[in-house]
C-alpha cells in the first residue's frame, strides 16, 4: 500500500465528515468503512481503525453522559461486560475471515445504509417507530 499526500489529503477530510456525521447521527462507519478500503487497507485493518475512531467518539459521548449524571451505573457495567464479549467474539470472527472479510463488509455497508436512511415515521413514549 503507498499512501500519498494525496491521499492523506483526501481521506482526511472524508473521515472528519464520517466523525462528524458520527456524532451527530451515528452512522459515520458507514462513510469511513469502505474509504478505509478503497485506499487499499487490508479488511482486518479498515474494521479495526473504524472501531478505533468510533471508540474514542463514544468514550467522549460517555463522559458527558456521566457528567450530566444520564447513566444508570448497574445498566451500563453490565453493557460494557457484553460489549466487551461481543467485540472479543467479532475480532476473532473478523480474524478468521481474513481477506473475505472484505466481501461481507461490501455485502453489509449499503445494507445497513439503507436501513439508516429509512425516515422516521413519529416518536412515541421517547421511542423512534420506524416505517
Known sequence: ????????????????????????????GLISLPIYLAIGLPPVTAAGTNKFSASIGTTFSVINFFKSGSIHIKSAITSAAFAFIGS?????????LGESLKYVIIGFVPRAGFAVLITRDKEKDGVVVYK
Not at 88 to 96: K, P, S, T, V, W
Request: charged share 5%; glycine share 14%.
Open 1 to 28: 500500500m503507498n499512501v500519498t499526500l494525496i491521499t492523506y489529503l483526501i481521506v482526511c477530510p472524508l473521515i472528519f465528515l464520517a466523525g462528524f456525521i458520527d456524532s451527530i447521527a451515528g452512522g459515520g
Open 88 to 96: 472479543n467474539i467479532g475480532a476473532h470472527i473478523a480474524l478468521a
